[in-house]
């Protein structure tokens, strides 16, 4: 069994000892297009005068920084998640040893979606304009990963109004571009990465999760696939300089695929209309692909990783192969969600994934499995 090891941060210092023995639980969850939180639980007690105790350190104040990272046998050190303190839940009982409160602290998208404004901004690309709303929150977010976006390719100039927080105009943006934005915890404490990217479809570097065979390091997977999901999109606009209107259409099948079958051959595609609202600021062609390519994650798989065996720390945005056997399921995934939790003896994994195609039944690297079948 690989040894465990974790590390916490409070205000970019490390913890000390006597702290970090005063939580029974740390859980971090992540998951995709949504903010990372970490829940702290700490046991709280009343002594014969009736005060309570255990609940007002420094560390627990709003806005105090925290990050969490965690160490399976020789691996470095991952950084789990690194955000401010945002509220709390306490629980109180009359019972002893019952009482308990939660800290629960979020990522830097926290600052992003505080205060809302009215902002123009003229003749920027929109990642460009990513650029510059991550640019105003230098403070938490020390550098980026962004990718480019293709021009309009209209002859007028491109004009875009946030009317909101920077979260909402950097969500409007990675929509209609078929992009995604968040932070990822970065390489020193108080620090986090902005970026506005795509998913990946080919794994990037974690290890295969085994269904069978002597070294599986899942014992089951909860699969589901949802026919309803995917559709092809069609979008209309009014070209102004020439009066011409220009018609778009994508279909998911035509997609990069994580898998050789779609699943929907044979049958009637849906159709999404795309919402008068793209304008002359985004080339048609990209905001139908990304609507189409949304849609077609049709297959889901959910499960918990077996701690003793598996070394690698799971997170969102990355790809990773799943080998359960001549089936169709096997293939590669991406991770949408990985919730970790710490305790005193113990450090655990579950996981989300999903995907746009299924595998043939013998490919997907489902047939070599380690140590061979039950």
């Known amino acids: 069994m690989p040894d465990t090891q974790f590390r916490l941060f409070f205000n970019n210092t490390a913890a000390s000892r006597e702290q970090l023995e005063t ?22 007690s009343v002594d014969a005068s009736g005060n309570w105790t255990g609940e007002d350190e420094e560390y627990m104040r709003p806005f105090t920084r925290v990050r969490v990272e965690i160490k399976i046998g020789d691996q470095p050190f991952v950084p789990l998640f690194d955000g401010p303190v945002t509220g709390f839940d ?16 979020q990522d830097d998208t926290f600052f992003m979606n505080r205060v809302e404004q009215v902002e123009a901004f003229d003749d920027q690309s929109d990642h460009e304009i990513v650029q ?37 105009i950097l969500r409007y943006l990675a929509k209609r571009q078929g992009k995604h934005v968040y932070v990822l915890p970065g390489d ?63 279909r998911s099948r035509d997609a990069e695929l994580m898998g050789e079958e779609t699943g929907e051959e044979g049958s009637d595609a849906a159709v999404q209309l795309l919402p008068p609202r793209q304008g002359e600021s985004v080339d048609l062609r990209q905001a139908v692909t990304a609507r189409a390519e949304a849609a077609g994650y049709s297959y889901e798989v959910t499960g ?41 003896g113990q450090y655990s994994q579950s996981f989300a994934l999903k995907r746009n195609a299924r595998s043939s039944r013998f490919s997907g690297g489902g047939t070599n499995v380690p140590g061979g079948i039950f």
């Open 90 to 105: 306490s629980q109180m009982d009359s019972d002893p040893g019952q009482s308990t409160l939660t800290l629960i602290a």
């Open 188 to 250: 020193n404490p108080g620090q986090s990465t902005g970026c506005f990217k795509a998913f990946p479809t080919a794994p990037g570097g974690l290890s295969a999760l085994l269904l069978l065979g002597a070294r599986r390091n899942i014992d089951s997977l909860s699969v589901r696939y949802c026919a309803c999901r995917a559709a092809d999109a069609v979008a209309s606009t009014l070209r102004i300089t020439d009066k011409q209107v220009v018609n778009e259409t994508s």
């Open 304 to 344: 918990n990783i077996r701690e003793d065996i598996y070394t690698d720390v799971l997170q969102p945005y990355k790809v990773i192969t799943v080998k359960a056997g001549n089936t169709p399921v096997s293939g590669d995934y991406l991770i949408v969600k990985a919730t970790h939790a710490i305790t005193r």
């Open 132 to 168: 510059q709303v991550f640019n105003d929150f230098s403070q938490f977010v020390s550098s980026t990963d962004i990718d480019n976006t293709p021009a309009s390719g209209s002859a007028l100039s491109a004009h875009v109004v946030r009317r909101g927080t920077a979260m909402d």
């Open 23 to 44: 939580f029974d639980e740390i859980v971090v969850q992540q998951e995709i297009d949504m903010a990372w939180e970490a829940r702290l639980k700490i046991p709280i």
